[in-house]
């Protein structure tokens, strides 16, 4: 009997700690629900907004197309219009020779006034070609050591001649008492 008024009571404590959690587990329950809403409300505007971004990519590729059309209709035309240019653009002009002289004279002076430009424009930049090679030469010369490597060439060119007539020298020699 004592067994039973111990699981009695075990019972008891058991429903009563069970009924004080019960608040906690309804909280904890509206909880998961407003966790489960806003997930399912994102994932439903994810939803839309790739929906609306599908049908703006799809009306973006019709009017891709459609300007492709008209422009390549464009090109047609011009294409033709090129075609056709030279037939239908003929020009004939009568010039009489007071005229014609005069076109002449200005032709020839603009000519020269233009060959005078471009020939001092060509001596302008010569002379800027020539200041900007001495300018790097003296940029070389203080900077690089170009000039000292140059004059350590001639040293070891020096000696090298020194030592080959040096050598031909005693092979002369050598063979000189040979023979």
């Known amino acids: 009997m004592m067994n ?7 019972e008891q404590q058991a429903e009563d700690g069970s009924v004080n959690r019960v608040p906690e587990l309804k909280r904890l ?18 939803e839309s907004a790739i929906q ?4 703006a990519e799809a009306k973006l590729g019709g009017a891709v197309t ?6 390549d209709t464009i090109n047609q035309h011009i294409d033709k219009v090129l075609e056709n240019a030279p037939t239908k653009l003929k020009v004939s002009v009568n010039v009489n020779d007071a005229d014609w002289q005069k076109i ?20 302008e930049v010569n002379s800027m070609f020539a200041d900007e090679r001495k300018k790097v030469r003296e940029r070389y010369k203080e ?5 000292l490597g140059h004059y350590a060439q001639w040293f070891f060119w020096l000696f090298f001649i020194i030592g080959f007539v040096m050598t031909f020298l005693v092979i002369f020699l050598a063979l000189k008492d040979f023979l």
């Open 4 to 10: 039973d008024v111990e699981d009695e009571v075990e």
């Open 29 to 46: 329950s509206e909880d998961i629900d407003k966790a489960t809403n806003t997930f399912i409300n994102a994932t439903l505007e994810l």
């Open 52 to 55: 609306q971004y599908q049908r």
């Open 66 to 71: 459609t300007i492709s059309k008209k422009v």
């Open 104 to 123: 002449q004279e200005l032709f020839a002076k603009e000519r020269q006034w233009m060959t005078s430009q471009m020939q001092m424009h060509i001596r």
């Open 143 to 147: 900077y690089d050591g170009c000039y």
